[in-house]
Nanobody, 120 residues
Framework: QVQLVESGGGLVQPGGSLRLSCAAS????????MKWYRQAPGKERELVAT????????NYADSVKGRSTISRDNAKNTVYLQMNSLKPEDTAVYYC?????????????WGQGTQVTVFS
């Protein structure tokens, strides 16, 4: 079955770094765009970063631009989110999402999330 398993979250002080990973299985990872979302307590889920299926295009939310890098390894069926210069407002549960849309139909898969807490 389809699985997306995030890892790499944890507790970090402001200014620190974390590298999130999302390992995929059960579908053809290399043809899906991959996205990282986050959701802080009491807030709506926010799109953080997107990478296309080949890795040729990446986009970031303004809130993380310049501090985060999304990447993927299609040979390992894994997508990453490197986050630097972390701030308390980055505290959230981070989710990876696989997305593909063809001929008006789309498939979307979600992981269970990994908690990132930035505290001073």
């Amino acid at each position: 079955q389809v699985q997306l398993v995030e890892s790499g979250g944890g507790l970090v002080q402001p200014g620190g770094s974390l590298r999130l990973s999302c390992a995929a299985s059960g579908f053809t990872f290399s043809i899906y765009d991959m996205k990282w979302y986050r959701q802080a307590p009491g807030k709506e889920r926010e799109l953080v970063a997107t990478i296309t299926s080949t890795g040729g295009s990446r986009n970031y939310a303004d809130s993380v631009k310049g501090r985060s890098t999304i990447s993927r390894d299609n040979a390992k069926n894994t997508v990453y989110l490197q986050m630097n210069s972390l701030k308390p407002e980055d505290t959230a549960v981070y989710y990876c999402n696989a997305w593909r849309s063809t001929f008006g139909r789309h498939n979307s898969y979600w992981g269970q999330g990994t908690q990132v807490t930035v505290f001073s």
